[in-house]
Nanobody
């Protein structure tokens, strides 16, 4: 079992920055990858950024060059640094942990609202 606690969301002006944090606890040895998803009003949840256990990352095209995913293994925490924020980045951001033992399961944080004003 994995528990995820997110923080760092809020209201920011266009062009500003935020850093989201996701602290993981539980059976951490079973986590294969972690990532950030977002869901804007009226839209489907989409992958923003992900990082695997070997350090490989991938990003949505819409955030490449602006967002950076990173991890601090000592703190069991994954971060999403968001720079040059745009109003279209407004969404609820969810932390995800993917676990594979026999089958694959996804665990989710509660979500944190990011609102970018124009």
């Amino acid at each position: 079992q994995v528990q995820l606690v997110e923080s760092g969301g809020g209201l920011v002006q266009a062009g500003g920055s935020l850093r989201l944090s996701c602290a993981a606890s539980g059976r951490l040895f079973s986590i294969n990858a972690m990532g950030w998803y977002r869901q804007a009003s009226g839209k489907q949840r989409e992958l923003v950024a992900a990082i695997t256990n070997d350090g490989s990352t991938n990003y949505a095209d819409s955030v490449k060059g602006r967002f950076t995913i990173s991890r601090d293994n000592a703190k069991n925490t994954v971060y999403l640094q968001m720079n040059s924020l745009k109003p279209e980045d407004t969404a609820v951001y969810y932390c995800n942990a993917r676990v594979h033992i026999i089958s694959t399961s996804d665990y989710w944080g509660q979500g944190t609202q990011v609102t970018v004003s124009s």
